[in-house]
Nanobody, 115 residues
């Protein structure tokens, strides 16, 4: 079992930036891909960005060029740098980690983009 703890959410004005962090902990695990998903009110959870253990990345079209996902394998931590934020980025952001044993989710962190 992998525990994921997110931090870094909050309220930001349109055009602003936020950096999310997600630290993984547990025993005897090896994480493959890590990613960030988001769920806006009344909508389904969707992928925002994902990064493999080798560093390959994939982004939703809606965040390309504005969000950057990165990973520190030594710390089992994944980051999401979010720039040029828009009101439509408002959502609960969930960290996700895939291991051989399955998929693990964090508790979520709220990101609100509003003036």
């Amino acid at each position: 079992q992998v525990q994921l703890v997110e931090s870094g959410g909050g309220l930001v004005q349109p055009g602003g930036s936020l950096r999310l962090s997600c630290a993984a902990s547990g025993r005897g695990f090896s994480i493959n891909a890590m990613g960030w998903y988001r769920q806006a009110p009344g909508k389904q959870r969707e992928l925002a960005a994902v990064i493999t253990s080798g560093g390959s990345t994939n982004y939703a079209d809606s965040v390309k060029g504005r969000f950057t996902i990165s990973r520190d394998n030594a710390k089992n931590t994944v980051y999401l740098q979010m720039n040029s934020l828009k009101p439509e980025d408002t959502a609960v952001y969930y960290c996700n980690a895939k291991t051989i044993g399955g998929t693990n989710w964090g508790q979520g962190t709220q990101v609100t983009v509003s003036s």
